[in-house]
């Protein structure tokens, strides 16, 4: 939906000055591919290829095209809830239809209109299906697997009930994560819920186990992991302390301390998990496991904090309170770094927009509102009533609630890295 009418300028200048756009990111994607420029270069070409159809489409086209986004998951949670990728694992060459049915229990003729409309590619004979460079990613074996299903079931859910949860007055008029519309779907399996979609999860163990297996997965699918070639790192001295704020399984912080041994990391985490997949941290003591609930305290005295994919999943009284807990582990020479989707805002223009209050260095770029990124931010709305992803003035408001100061703002694309500091007159 567009906030105004746009200026006056032929839709054809407007092409034209799109395809120098698609062509120029392309080849910027092409030239920093495999490398932490990747996403933002792929941001702006999908936005640019987006918005070209848009221009050129007939508009009730582009609302058709709308209306029907919702058969593709659906088909993605079919196909992911039988483990469909698996089995073609087993037919490099492609298997047809039939074989798949038997081996799911899915009648056949129903289970080739879903295959088809998921295609990519066209296959050697009729109804014949092998995996390609997407389907790989929903093997059972990859975590991404298990975000898919998470989008497509929990979250799908959720969606599914959006209007009636905001139609009624008990679940429309709160933020109560205990009435928002994952929970208005599944009202009659829980009442009186504090925590949601987490309190749910503890009725439904396989899927408490699967939405951990999603966050590792929800990591490559944002390209999370390139903020390990920020150069934030690179000034840290040997023995320099990292602090993972709700670290989960540890997927960010094993992949820091390979990447730079020299440092030590403090996470809330199973050492079990990195008895297996890196011991040498573990023997050589860089890796300290503390299990701390961040709404009471956070280990003090650390160089830095790091927490990705936390502020988001609370409103901003249950933020405030981790931010004000991580402020006061802080040193004043610490730095915080929060790892998070910042929504740019619809309308044109940057800081003009911000409130007058908003203090943002010179040195920021506000987030363009031509991008997007629908994924994380769809999440939120509809799973839980405090998920909340927020602008850049809503963050640098947010930590200055809790006497911080943001000083540097780092676009991987996806995700943006936010560096904050202790607020100037909160060391007075």
């Known amino acids: 939906m567009s906030t105004q009418i746009l200026p006056t300028r032929t839709n054809r200048e407007k092409v034209q000055d799109l395809l120098k756009t698609i062509t120029a990111a392309a080849q910027d994607a092409m030239n920093v591919y495999d490398s932490a420029g990747y996403d933002l270069a792929m941001r702006v070409l999908e936005t640019a290829c987006e918005e070209l159809c848009v221009t050129l489409a007939?508009?009730?086209?582009?609302?058709?095209?709308?209306m029907v986004m919702g058969f593709e998951p659906a088909c993605l949670n079919v196909v992911s809830g039988a483990n469909v990728a698996d089995i073609l694992s087993s037919f490099p060459d492609g298997v047809h239809v039939g074989e798949i049915s038997k081996r799911t229990g899915l009648e056949e003729s129903k289970l080739a209109r879903i295959m088809r409309l998921l295609?990519?590619?066209?296959?050697?004979?009729?109804?014949?299906?092998?995996?390609?460079?997407?389907?790989q990613n929903m093997l059972s074996t990859n975590p991404v697997s298990a975000t898919v299903g998470l989008s497509t079931d929990d979250v799908g859910i959720a969606i599914a009930a959006l209007r009636d949860a905001l139609c009624n007055p008990e679940y429309a008029s709160t933020r109560d994560p205990g009435k928002s519309p994952?929970?208005?779907?599944v009202r009659n399996e829980i009442t009186n819920s504090k925590n949601g979609l987490f309190d749910w999860h503890d009725l439904h163990p396989e899927r408490q186990k699967r939405f951990g297996l999603s966050m590792i997965g929800l990591s490559v699918v944002t390209g999370a992991l390139a903020v390990l070639n920020s150069p934030i790192w690179e000034g840290l001295g040997d023995n320099s302390s990292v602090c993972d704020v709700g670290a989960g399984v540890g997927s960010f912080a094993i992949?820091?301390?390979?990447?730079?041994?020299?440092?030590?990391?403090?996470?809330?985490?199973?050492?079990?998990?990195?008895?297996?997949?890196?011991?040498?941290?573990?023997e050589e003591g860089r890796v300290e496991f503390l299990p701390a609930d961040i709404f009471k305290e956070v280990p003090e005295g650390r160089d830095v904090y790091y927490a990705r994919h936390i502020i988001h999943v609370w409103d901003d009284p249950g933020a405030l309170i981790i931010l004000k807990n991580m402020r006061k582990a802080m040193r004043r020479d610490s730095k915080l770094l929060i790892h998070e989707f910042v929504c740019p805002s619809p309308c044109s223009g940057g800081r003009d927009l911000l409130p007058a209050s908003t203090n943002v260095p010179q040195n920021i770029s506000i987030p363009s509102p031509g991008t997007k990124f629908s994924v994380q931010h769809g999440y939120d709305d509809a799973r839980r009533a405090q998920f909340e992803e927020r602008t850049l003035a809503d963050y640098i408001n947010l930590g200055a609630m809790a006497g911080?100061?943001?000083r540097e703002m780092t676009d991987f694309g996806e995700l943006h890295l936010l560096e904050f500091r202790v607020a100037d007159a909160d060391l007075e």
């Not at 295609?119 to 389907?135: E, K, M, T, Y």
């Not at 994952?182 to 779907?185: I, L, Q």
């Not at 985490?269 to 997949?277: G, I």
């Open 404 to 406: 911080l100061e943001l």
């Open 182 to 185: 994952f929970m208005y779907a």
């Open 255 to 282: 992949e820091l301390a390979q990447e730079r041994p020299h440092l030590k990391i403090t996470l809330c985490d199973l050492p079990v998990f990195w008895a297996k997949e890196y011991p040498q941290a573990v």
């Open 58 to 66: 007939d508009p009730a086209h582009s609302i058709g095209r709308r």
């Open 119 to 135: 295609v990519s590619r066209r296959s050697s004979g009729a109804d014949v299906f092998a995996n390609n460079r997407l389907s």
